[in-house]
């Protein structure tokens, strides 16, 4: 039975289709990808899986229960990681803890065992009683996903877990997110990171203009809109060289802002074009989740 | 508005299902870490009110109603800081925890729902209304400002009129985009409710337009109530019609309140 199932989800602000008719599948144990630039839909499909937002249109069961309708017992067995950090300013890392367990009637010596684990797993054990505004970023964050842990969810949904965090601060986040998968929880998250989505996300679903514009597993994504190789070049001439040698030699190419991105199966005469261009400097490298994600989005800034 | 009936009974429902009171205690929590101000806040200045227009402006006024003003004003007091405890509970204190830190959007990812964040701040705000009550009626006592030991029926009334204006200003809360839109409640509507409800003056001699305006504010409603038990006059008949006014607003705005702030928040 699958965590999250959605058909023909959809939602209107004022006559607008923000999320339109989406289908989803989210599998128990999986860690799920949603991706979509700025105003793709994600958050609204984001909130309306978490019972925040009553969909106009559509089909929603998430762990079982028709959502909003039983959004409660669904909340039961939910933990959420908000994009904004919603701690408690005026208590301690330990009563963060305790007074979100007291939302969902937890108490006595099992939640205290329960926070004892979570102070560890979160690497908080020595901050117990410090004051949120004394805590880092990332332990905030930390401290952000272990509230969510206290109710032991079967499902945790992390709106873009470390953005805002520095380099150490989202490797640590990754770590614990593997430690949940390992433990077979189901991880539905959003990101603007690709790399943190091809870590971490076993499928992912690309989504624009309210739609789900593919959905699968990373290296298949990639197998599927991209050539295997992509050369970026840069630098004085570069258009000389691309109308001269480049052109013909790739496969498919984009230039974004001053760089030229080759699309090819076999980059080796692609490369050695570039030898009589001694000006230019070059990139070459597999091609990744970005090269889908742009692909499929288009490459307009989204403001 | 259609939604009406149907916001009373999902306040109802989650009013017995007491998983308010995780909200309540949460709110108890924070207080106790800031008591001290808090405390300030809601006696201090009803107590300054007291002696100094009690004493000041009553070694002029002498008897009012048969009673030493002191007396007259005491048992108005009780409920103006009710009122303002509640108030300001149901307006800064809700207005944070809903806007800036994102207490209610992180209660609403967990089994509480909206109506259970809303009866928990209610009850919260009536609950230091009651505290803030209980502190005068201390005072005024000790003053020698109480006659009998009726007075003690003060209690539940300010807690019910606590109740009511926590009703008010959440509604408030839920359509105000700043702090500052509190500005625009207090001058419109709280200050005059507090002029012209009977705290410190009767209405009796005043023009009947501004007898009936007093009418339909819940303060005179709760003033009506306790003034006969603080200064031990005979109960004027018609003390359920008070209850039942005072009560009619608690329930008409709170299912507002919730109505506005389910649009704002679950939308």
């Known amino acids: ?23 989803l599948d989210v599998l128990p144990g999986e860690c799920f990808g949603l991706l979509g630039p700025n105003g793709a839909g994600k958050t609204t499909t984001l909130r309306m899986l978490l019972g925040m937002t009553p969909p106009d249109g559509g089909r929603l069961e998430v762990m079982g229960f028709p959502v909003p309708a039983r959004a409660r017992e669904m909340h039961e067995r939910l933990g959420v990681v908000p994009q904004q950090d919603s701690l408690d300013p005026d208590f301690s890392v330990i009563e963060n803890l305790r007074t979100y367990a007291s939302y969902f009637g937890l108490r006595g010596d099992r939640l205290e065992a329960r926070i004892a684990d979570l102070l560890g797993f979160a690497n908080l054990a020595t901050r117990a009683d410090a004051r949120i505004h004394e805590l880092s970023g990332g332990m905030k964050r930390r401290l952000s996903l272990a509230r969510a842990l206290v109710n032991s969810p079967q499902l945790v949904v992390l709106d873009e877990p470390t953005t805002g965090l520095d380099p150490q601060a989202r490797q640590v986040i990754w770590q614990r997110l593997r430690l949940l998968i390992a433990e077979k929880r189901t991880l539905i998250l959003t990101t603007h990171y690709m790399d943190e989505a091809q870590r971490l996300c076993d499928r992912i679903a690309i ?79 597999p091609a990744n989740l970005e090269d889908v994600f742009l692909k499929l989005t288009g490459r307009d800034l989204r403001e | 508005m259609s939604a009406a009936p149907e916001r009373v009974t999902g306040l109802m429902a989650s009013l017995f299902a007491l998983r308010w009171i995780a909200v309540w205690k949460r709110h108890a929590r924070v207080w106790r870490k800031l008591a001290g101000p808090a405390l300030l806040g809601n006696i201090g200045e009803p107590l300054l009110y007291l002696l100094a227009l009690g004493y000041g402006l009553g070694s002029f006024i002498g008897e009012l109603q048969g009673m030493g003003y002191v007396t007259f004003l005491a048992s108005g007091l009780v409920c103006a800081s009710a ?27 967990t089994p509480l729902d909206l109506e259970d964040i809303m009866i928990g701040e209610a009850v919260w705000a009536a609950s230091k209304s009651l505290l803030s009550a209980s502190a005068i009626l201390l005072v005024a006592t000790l003053l020698g400002a109480v006659q009998g ?8 009334v300010a807690f019910l009129t606590g109740l009511c204006f926590s009703g008010l200003a959440l509604v408030v809360t839920a359509v105000a985009r700043n702090y500052d839109f509190f500005l625009y409640y207090f001058t419109l509507f709280l200050t005059p409710v507090l002029l012209l409800s009977g705290v410190f003056f009767p209405l009796d001699d005043m023009p009947s337009a501004i007898r009936f305006g007093a009418e339909l504010f819940p303060l005179s409603h709760a003033i009506a109530l306790v003034r006969p038990w603080m200064t031990g006059q005979p109960l004027a008949d018609g003390a359920w019609e008070h209850v039942a006014v005072l009560l009619a607003y608690t329930v008409a705005a709170l299912s507002l309140a919730t109505h506005l702030c389910r649009r704002r928040i679950l939308r």
């Open chain 2, 83 to 109: 009122m303002n405890t509640a108030t300001f509970e149901g307006l800064y204190s809700a207005y944070t925890r809903m806007a800036v830190q994102e207490t209610w959007n992180a209660m609403l990812y």
């Open chain 2, 149 to 156: 030991p009726l007075a003690i029926g003060v209690l539940p």
């Open chain 1, 207 to 285: 989504m624009d203009h309210g739609r789900i514009l593919d959905v699968d597993v990373p290296s298949a994504l990639i197998r599927r809109h991209i050539e295997p190789h992509v050369v970026e070049v840069h630098g004085a001439g570069v258009e000389d060289w691309l109308a001269a040698r480049g052109a013909p030699l790739a496969e498919r190419t984009e230039t974004i802002g001053e760089t030229i991105f080759c699309y090819t199966g076999d980059y080796v005469p692609l490369v050695e074009s570039l030898g009589s261009f001694p000006r230019l400097e070059y990139l070459h490298r």
């Open chain 1, 1 to 23: 039975m699958a965590i999250v199932q959605a058909r023909g989800l959809t939602k209107r602000y004022d006559g607008r289709t923000v999320v339109d008719a989406v289908d």
